[in-house]
């Protein structure tokens, strides 16, 4: 059969904020930086796929460390689920959680 698939952005950039979630240390996602968006922005440009990500993570964790734990399993998890491998997955870490 002929066809294309094609997975909307929206799509992804659910996926991308599912597997950041999943990183230990990230709190929550921070939408303020990207109104309507959730704190997730993922563009296309013809077929380089760039993610781009705001976090707010726990209080004492290593960012450096975080934020490489962060890109690797956001690039798993979209190859994985929609065989899209992302050229950059940029994290952005606005808020830093004090307390539990």
Known sequence: MDGEALISNDVLAGYAADAAR???GVRALV???LPGRRGVKVADDDGRVTVELHLEVAWGVSIPQL???V???VGDYLEKMADV???SVDVIVDEVATGA
Do not use: Y
């Open 71 to 73: 890109q690797r399993r």
């Open 85 to 87: 491998r992302p050229t």
């Open 67 to 69: 934020g490489l734990d």
């Open 22 to 24: 999943e990183v230990p």
């Open 31 to 33: 939408g303020k930086h």
